[in-house]
């Protein structure tokens, strides 16, 4: 039989494997993604055949994913846009990620799909409350280049 306190430390060692077993099965499949659905779950860019401009809209389900900046990226690398974006670091209130395939995004898609395309990236990772800035890794090209992006930046595509 085991003295009193080994008891209490095994107990606490089988009770801390089932809440971090716990925390990984809820985060994992904290809800399903549709993929016929994927724009509901981020900032997307929509033309407005009235208006003859792009405006941001949010997506209805946003608010039913984890907002931690890997499942963000994850769920934006999921839009059919050829880039994709890697995660590099956090520093403080800024998130470096880097565009893969940056050729795509700076020569190929015109001005107005890079726009789209960083505009939707910025709106979407600064849902994470200690997120304000998102820094762009990549070559500069004739429609976009690298540097740090506030939604600031993209105020302009906002509806108001």
Not at 86 to 101: S, V
Not at 133 to 141: H, I, L, N, P, T
Request: net charge neutral; with cysteine.
């Amino acid at each position: 039989m085991l003295p009193k306190n080994k008891k209490i430390f095994v107990f606490c060692i089988v009770l801390g494997f089932f809440v971090i077993n716990a925390n990984a099965q809820s985060e994992s499949t904290s809800h399903p993604i549709d993929g016929n659905r994927i724009s509901d779950y981020y900032w997307f860019a929509n033309f407005d055949t009235i208006k003859n401009r792009e405006y941001l809209n949010r997506g209805i389900l946003l608010d039913s994913i984890s907002k931690k900046p890997l499942r963000l990226i994850e769920i934006l690398n999921l839009r059919s846009y050829k880039c994709k974006i890697d995660f590099i670091e956090i520093t403080g209130d800024t998130l470096k990620i880097r565009i893969l395939d940056d050729e795509y995004l700076t020569e190929q898609i015109g001005t107005a799909g890079a726009d789209c395309f960083m505009a939707e990236t910025v709106y979407t990772l600064t849902e994470n409350d200690l997120i304000h800035y998102v820094r762009f890794d990549m070559e500069y090209g004739s429609h976009a280049g690298p540097g740090l992006y506030s939604r600031k930046d993209f105020e302009r595509m906002i509806r108001k």
